[in-house]
């Protein structure tokens, strides 16, 4: 793995950066591509099925809703520096993105994981 990365850096001409020195957006950028990619592969490996029901049910676990009730569990495992990036990222989220309409503002501060979803199909 270690030497793919390695030739793709070369392929894009991508240069080593301190990952502090991105923006709050741009880190949640990242952050939302990653979980979405980390919610996919677990879904995939609990069930192969239907790609339609596939989409659905990631559709439903990377809602901000979702996202939120996540973070309410994972951050009394995040260092120091983690807590203050993603409390930075969060703020700054919230105050510059536009609101989806489906979405109401309460969605992106912290909401309570609905604990009866179930990653069942």
Excluded at 6 to 25: G, I
Excluded at 28 to 41: K, S
Excluded at 48 to 77: D, F, T
Aim: charged share 30%; with cysteine.
């Amino acid at each position: 793995m270690a030497e793919s990365l390695k030739k793709l850096k070369e392929l894009f001409d991508l240069k080593d950066a301190d990952l502090r020195t991105y923006s709050p957006l741009t880190l949640a950028y990242i952050g939302d591509g990653v979980y979405e990619l980390v919610i996919r592969t677990i879904l995939v490996k609990k069930a192969n099925c239907p790609v339609n029901r596939l989409h659905k049910k990631a559709s439903s676990l990377v809602k901000a809703s979702a996202q939120s009730g996540m973070m309410e569990i994972l951050e009394p495992l995040l260092t120091e520096e983690e807590k203050s990036v993603y409390r930075r990222v969060g703020a700054r989220h919230r105050l510059q993105m536009l609101w989806p309409i489906y979405s109401p503002k309460t969605r992106y501060g912290r909401l309570k994981f609905c604990r009866k979803k179930s990653w069942n199909f």
